[in-house]
């Protein structure tokens, strides 16, 4: 069955200080891989997807990610973390083409001065 | 456009009440999605229209939740006889393609 597995509940980063976010899926396929955004209050906003193709996508605010097959991974980058920043990431894979998704547990990012 | 909006925003109820909550997806999306976010946890999976039926249901916890889109745009989430438990925020999603967008969710507090 499909997952999603977040292994970080809370990471603190400093500003201007580079981020990491893992993420690990288990899935039949090759997935479709999302990272979203939920700021205190707010709804989920995707930052990026991946389908298929470059393994390593761009998405909005800087952020980057990249598929690795090899360790059924999809990590999210920043190269310069901003105060902004701070909010809660989640990763998703779908339950199956194009349906639901399944979410990891999310990671809780706290930028610090 | 317009993004997914979601009504109310907050709903406070009382145990044993009956709640509707709202869904507005974008124009144009066919497909419309609803999960539950507990405190502290990923959103979790209720139900999925495409169109005006329901294809897939799977994560509706049990029959006092129930879920309808008439006219295959807006959708009404309706919980029977509420329960504490039940308190949680409901975010609601809409697609065209493989990629949902969310709206801000319906804060919904059992007392």
């Known amino acids: 069955a499909q997952s999603v597995t977040q292994p970080d509940i809370h990471i603190t980063v400093s500003e201007g200080a580079s981020l990491e976010l893992r993420c690990n899926y288990s899935?039949?396929?090759?997935?479709?891989l999302f990272w979203y955004v939920q700021s205190p209050g707010q709804g989920l906003q995707l930052l990026l997807k991946y389908f298929s193709g470059d393994t390593l996508v761009q998405g909005i605010k800087g952020f980057e990610a990249e598929f690795k097959r090899s360790q059924s991974s999809f990590n999210l980058r920043k190269p310069s973390v901003h105060w902004s920043d701070a909010a809660e990431y989640f990763c998703a894979v779908p339950r199956q083409a194009g349906t639901a998704l399944i979410f990891g547990k999310g990671t809780t990012l706290s930028v610090s001065s | 456009g317009a993004g997914v909006s979601q009504t109310p925003s907050n709903k406070v109820t009382e145990k044993g009440k009956y709640v509707e909550l709202r869904c507005d997806p974008i124009?144009?999306?066919?497909?419309l999605y609803w999960y539950r976010q507990s405190l502290g946890q990923g959103p979790e999976f209720l139900i999925y229209f495409q169109g005006t039926g329901a294809a897939d249901d799977s994560g509706l916890p049990n029959d006092r939740f129930f879920a309808v889109r008439p006219e295959g745009s807006v959708s009404t989430l309706k919980i029977q006889r509420t329960e504490r438990g039940d308190s949680a925020v409901y975010l609601c999603?809409?697609?065209?393609?493989?990629?949902?967008?969310f709206g801000p969710g319906t804060r919904l507090t059992v007392l």
């Open positions: 124009s144009g999306h066919t497909a």
């Open positions: 899935y039949g396929a090759t997935p479709y």
């Open positions: 999603a809409s697609s065209l393609g493989n990629t949902q967008y």
